[in-house]
Nanobody
Framework: QVQLVESGGGLVQAGGSLRLSCAAS????????MGWFRQAPGKEREFVAT????????RYTDSVKGRFTISRDNAKNTVYLQMNSLKPEDTAVYYC??????????????????WGQGTQVTVSS
């Protein structure tokens, strides 16, 4: 089974930046689309960003467009989420996920086959 490990979360002031990383154990990582999701206390897990297997296609939820950038380095089996201009409402546990079903990316949780353990991002005001 594919194992995903997120890192890079932490506490940051509003307006600051963080870069999350997600390392995959699977050598065939490049055949999977990757996604980032987040879950705030008392809320449903929501889509944040996705990137196709080749990195040629990306998609973001409206609330992070222009602030977040998803990227991948298939040689390192790693996907990243660069988060700039962070807002308190970005506070959540961030999860990375891998999709075999939808190699060009998906906004839907059900399309993802593997999930990481999550990393906490806290944005203070």
């Amino acid at each position: 089974q594919v194992q995903l490990v997120e890192s890079g979360g932490g506490l940051v002031q509003a307006g600051g930046s963080l870069r999350l990383s997600c390392a995959a154990s699977e050598r065939t990582f490049s055949s999977y689309a990757m996604g980032w999701f987040r879950q705030a206390p008392g809320k449903e897990r929501e889509f944040v960003a996705t990137i196709s297997w080749s990195g040629g296609t990306t998609r973001y939820t409206d609330s992070v467009k222009g602030r977040f950038t998803i990227s991948r380095d298939n040689a390192k089996n790693t996907v990243y989420l660069q988060m700039n201009s962070l807002k308190p409402e970005d506070t959540a546990v961030y999860y990375c996920a891998a999709s075999r079903k939808s190699p060009y990316g998906s906004i839907w949780l059900r399309e993802y086959d593997y999930w990481g353990q999550g990393t906490q991002v806290t944005v203070s005001s």
